[in-house]
């Protein structure tokens, strides 16, 4: 199971396919609205299992889904060792507003049911399809191009991107690991117009631009 807070975000996955444990909450009113799925708690009692300083009112607890199969009719987009929580759900609300339906992590990504990563999505966890696998392996088997997004790419303005295919981004300090290098069909990389002391773009940022070329390009 994981735990998530904040009344918008709980709400949002209540009228998700996620299968809900148990919800607290300090409000009695909102007790009342969501029915016996809520527990009505004190504040001291929320502060104890609140991840956060200044816990919200409401607090959930849901099962982990299943992942489902991964699409292959349209992108996917592929994390290779992304650490930083804030990025990670950052990542995942991008697929949701660009309709990217497939997320695939390395092991070694942050856990998307972190709190942190929670917090982040803004809900967009329940419309999104995770998978934590062996990234080489899904790489090698799959039968679409794969972009992967390096310093010294080709400009990606200047690609004709296809209707389906694999974007992958790499760790934000290293960049992509050498052995999923090796695998890329195509390198691609964001042009930089301003003075070369700024080093590179943060991975979410850089996802976020990525994918409205891709949309772009089969508006």
Do not use: H
């Amino acid at each position: 199971m994981f735990v998530v807070e904040g009344k918008k975000t709980v709400n949002e996955l209540l009228a998700s396919k996620m299968v809900v444990y148990k919800v607290f909450s300090t409000d009695e009113n909102y007790k009342n609205n969501i029915g016996e799925v809520c527990d009505l708690i004190s504040d001291k009692e929320l502060s104890q299992i609140s991840s956060l300083k200044n816990p919200s009112s409401v607090l959930g607890v849901f099962y982990i889904p299943e992942p489902l199969k991964i699409d292959m009719e349209d992108w996917v987009v592929v994390l290779d060792d992304i650490r930083d929580p804030g990025n990670l759900g950052t990542i995942i609300r991008l697929c949701d507003w660009f309709g990217i339906k497939n997320l695939l992590c390395s092991a070694t990504t942050v856990d998307c049911y972190n709190p942190k990563v929670l917090q982040a999505t803004m809900g967009s966890i329940t419309r999104v399809n995770i998978t934590y696998k062996d990234v080489s392996s899904f790489l090698r088997e799959c039968n679409m191009p794969i972009y992967g997004t390096f310093m010294n790419g080709e400009v990606v303005y200047n690609q004709a991107l296809p209707k389906k295919g694999v974007l992958v981004m790499g760790n934000e300090a290293n960049g992509i690991s050498k052995n999923i290098e090796n695998i890329c069909t195509n390198k691609i990389a964001i042009p930089q117009f301003g003075k070369s002391t700024t080093e590179s773009l943060n991975v979410a940022t850089a996802t976020s631009i990525l994918l409205n070329e891709i949309r772009r390009g089969n508006f």
